[in-house]
């Protein structure tokens, strides 16, 4: 099983600002994900990242918003631009296994005040 | 949406087994049966999954019928640490986006 390390665990931010969220992965893997979950809500699909391409979206995110970075197989970052307290959730990161099932981070918790 | 029917919430005694049913109507048939749990506070963890057969792991098993339409997780056991959201969801590999649905929260009571 892959061990997944995310930077900051929380954090809480004024409206306007960006936070750079970081996810760290001890083995190499090709694909990582990113889900936000709000207050009381299930994992939504944020994007995936593939190393050495664009991230691809869902619906309802956008890059200018939420741009990724996969630079390597073991890291990516998530950035939360131009916050405002609708962005307030815990956005984790989660990689695939080799049985085909995913593995989560801890999970950074946002608070955007 | 989600591919999965899951009822929103369940109760079971401390030391019982618990059961935990999932409806996927619409499964295809390279499509397998995916659960997680999340415990407050924590990203989810992968359970088990399965495509027709039945499979067991040291934390569950997994009951699929046969027509492949419905599944059940068993915790043979249950204790107040398996008090969490459960995940029932269908995929094809990891490979393909998983998207969530609301889950079973299932509190374990002393």
């Known amino acids: 099983s892959a061990v997944i390390s995310q930077k900051p665990s929380r954090d809480i931010c004024q409206r306007g600002t960006s936070l750079t969220i970081q996810c760290q992965v001890d083995s190499q893997v090709t694909m990582m994900f990113w889900y936000r979950q709000q207050p009381g809500q299930s994992l939504t699909l944020i994007a995936t990242a593939n190393q050495g391409s664009e991230a691809t979206y869902e619906s309802g995110f956008v890059i200018d918003k939420f741009p990724i970075s996969r630079p390597n197989l073991t890291f990516s970052t998530l950035t939360v631009s131009n916050m405002s307290p609708e962005d307030s959730s815990i956005y984790l990161c989660?990689?695939?296994?080799?049985?085909?099932?995913?593995?989560f981070g801890p999970g950074t918790r946002l608070t955007v005040t | 949406d989600a591919k999965t029917t899951q009822p929103p919430s369940m109760d079971c005694a401390e030391g019982r087994a618990a059961n935990l049913p999932c409806n996927h109507s619409t499964i295809s048939g390279n499509e397998y049966v995916y659960w997680y749990r999340q415990i407050h506070s924590q990203g989810p963890q992968y359970i088990i999954h399965g495509l027709k057969n039945n499979e067991t792991n040291e934390m569950a098993s997994l009951i699929i019928t046969e027509d492949r339409k419905s599944s059940t997780l068993i915790l043979p056991h249950a204790t107040l640490r398996d008090t969490a959201v459960y995940y029932c969801i269908v995929s094809k590999t990891s490979y393909d986006k998983v998207i969530f649905g609301p889950g079973t929260s299932l509190s374990v009571i002393p």
């Open positions: 989660s990689v695939e296994g080799g049985t085909g099932s995913l593995y």
